[in-house]
């Protein structure tokens, strides 16, 4: 049985005092939904540690939205693994699209990302997907395929036990715009053969989340999907009953 996940990226919102509100609300609607649902919440770095005291004895888990390609240094501005570690995460996203295109996130950079992640003892939540140009000429299996490859085929058999992918197609995010169950569970499926191609039959256990515009309207008919474990999402994750509304799309 693959592992169920209901994650939230927060991306830049929440002030701290909301974000602990948020979380505190997350926890108390978590038991609304069986044990078998893993939720995790991924706030902005500053406020990680109000978030974890707030996550404190629940079982819901905390994760970054992205961390340092470097271990320590001279590196202004940024923040190592080793330091999100620390505050008591276990999960960073890695690779999401918004970093790619405004930040100029690289292959290059998400390998050494992922090095880091891993020497600290975190799991990826590995992001892929297209854009609307590429799901619009066809080329949408293309670009997944070429976003593993380039990072997730280099981890090694350990390493990729402990991952999480998550197929985010550009066109989705933030628009309203759901792809549909059939369309969610058509590339999911094409993930988890490119995943096969390299590491065999570990790919049938790495959970692979759908994320963009995910609802608790539309949760149930996606993670019905065989190859759907669970969601990345994005703005409704910033109200408790939404997050944890679409955490009971597994149990309609
Ligand atoms: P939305 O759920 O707001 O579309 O965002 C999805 C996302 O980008 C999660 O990482």
Redesign the pocket.
């Known amino acids: 049985m693959r592992k169920k996940i209901v994650a939230g990226?927060w991306k830049m919102n929440t002030l701290p005092a909301e974000g602990v509100e948020l979380a505190k609300g997350v926890v108390a609607m978590r038991g609304e939904v069986c044990d078998c649902v893993n939720f995790i919440v991924c706030p902005p770095f500053t406020h990680l540690a109000q978030v974890a005291e707030a996550l404190k004895g629940s079982n819901v888990e905390l994760g970054a939205q992205n961390c340092a390609a470097e271990a320590k240094g001279a590196y202004t501005g940024e923040v190592a693994a080793s330091m999100i570690a620390a505050l008591g995460c276990k999960y960073v996203?890695l690779g999401?699209?918004?970093r790619r295109q405004y930040y100029g996130e690289t292959a290059q950079t998400l390998n050494k990302k992922m090095e880091q992640v891993y020497a600290n003892g975190l799991t990826p939540i590995y992001?892929v997907g297209e854009n609307l140009d590429e799901r619009e000429a066809g080329n949408h299996f293309a670009v997944c395929k070429q976003q593993i490859e380039e990072v997730v085929f280099n981890l090694t058999e350990e390493q990729f036990k402990n991952l999480v992918i998550?197929y985010?197609p550009v066109w989705?995010?933030?628009?309203g715009k759901t792809a549909t169950a059939e369309q969610a569970q058509e590339i999911h499926a094409y993930i988890r053969e490119v995943l096969a191609s390299k590491f065999g039959a570990a790919a049938e256990e790495c959970p692979i989340l759908y994320?963009?515009?995910?609802k608790p309207s539309n949760a149930a008919e996606i993670f019905a999907k065989e190859d759907v474990d669970g969601g990345?999402?994005?703005?409704?994750a910033l109200k408790a009953e939404d997050f944890i509304g679409i955490g009971k799309g597994f149990m309609a």
């Open positions: 990226n996203i999401h699209s918004e992001c998550a985010e989705a995010i933030g628009t994320g963009g515009s995910c990345l999402i994005g703005g409704a």
